[in-house]
């Protein structure tokens, strides 16, 4: 499958939509939604046991979710987590796709826990929705506050390993793993789902599956409201998510990041190509506004003539374009001058005369 993709990178690289005009900062570029629907598709892939190979020798994830169900009640014990309410069972109607042989699906609650929530008694590192750059995965802006300044959502504990889902606006993705220590301790806001994996299982497969179209789909279907739409934490945790054996899911992650990278270097050379692109086509057409005769007009056209199909690929090319017809026209570039022709002075008087001609005078 993985060939697949390599084989046809130019498909997925050269397709572009303009961004979105609408809001602050727009500014009408070009979006590589090629590469962008490239990347769903690996996620897709990835969580429909399709990006990797499964091998016979992995331990079962029958197996997993026993060790699964010892912890849980171990951790139970230790008064580490709460006792949860028990989740309904998986009918065959609700499955969205077949899965792998050993693979299995489950409820989101049924294999990873929360650490509950408390008020902020002294100095904490807080995170809210913003402190989490949604390309990236990665918390970027975690912001230092004494227990006094705490806002009323400050109440999460987060520890490392757990995944943080932003259930306010998920269409965001404002999605990550806490990979790191931080201290002071880690509080998050209450507009976070936190996720703890059970078993050391990589916090990296769920972000994977949470990203996925399949998840998106999952929770446009359960969340409500319109301006600021979001999903609770009962219907977070209720939902399924597709267990491999643990050993594939080091793989799945593995693989997803090598593919990602490459996305990442895709896009970045489009970006440079349509920079390039878009500066040689304001330098070609501003030779023709700038011309300072017929002749050195004509051989600007010419020259861009020669390549128009090369030039004019993309919305910002053709605007361009556009706009320096537009320009030309009113520059007296466009066509000929005749010498016979009324000259503009004689036709702006009559013009006047004629509109002052026909005024009713009280």
Known sequence: MTDIIAQHL????????????????????????????????????????????????????????????????????????????SLPKISVDEKPFDLPYGWEWVRIGDVGHDWGQKTPDADFTYIDVSAIDNVTGIVKFPTMLSSTEAPSRARKIVKVGAVIYSTVRPYLKNICVIDQEYLPELIAS?????????????????????????????????????????????????????????????????????????????????????AAHQILVETLLG???????????????????????????????????????????VMGKLVPQDTNDEPASTTNRKSVIKFYATMTLP
Not at 235 to 259: C, H, S, T, W, Y
């Open 190 to 274: 209450t507009a976070f789902a936190i996720l703890h994996p059970f078993h050391e299982m990589p916090g990296k497969f769920f972000v994977i599956y949470f990203r996925s179209p399949e998840f998106v789909r999952y929770v446009e279907s359960v969340q409500t409201g319109i301006a600021y739409p979001s999903i609770n934490d009962k219907q977070f945790f209720g939902g399924m998510v597709p267990i491999p054996p643990l050993a594939e899911q080091n793989r799945i992650v593995a693989k997803v990041d090598e593919l990602m990278v490459l996305c990442d270097k895709l896009e970045q050379q489009q970006t440079d190509s349509n």
């Open 10 to 85: 130019d498909i997925w690289t050269s397709a572009q939509i303009k961004k979105n005009n609408v809001g602050r900062g727009s500014n009408g570029k070009q979006t590589a939604y090629g590469i962008k629907k490239l990347r769903e598709l690996i996620l897709e892939l990835a969580v429909r046991g399709k990006l990797v190979p499964q091998d016979p020798n992995d331990e079962p994830t029958s197996v997993l979710l026993e060790k699964i169900t010892e912890e849980k009640a171990r951790l139970i014990k230790e008064g580490k987590i709460k006792k949860q309410t």
């Open 287 to 329: 030779t023709l506004t700038t011309s300072a005769d017929q002749n050195e007009f004509t051989t600007a056209w010419r020259r861009i003539s020669e390549h128009f199909d090369t030039l004019f690929t993309t919305e910002h090319s053709i605007d361009q374009l556009k706009q320096t017809i537009l320009q030309l026209a």
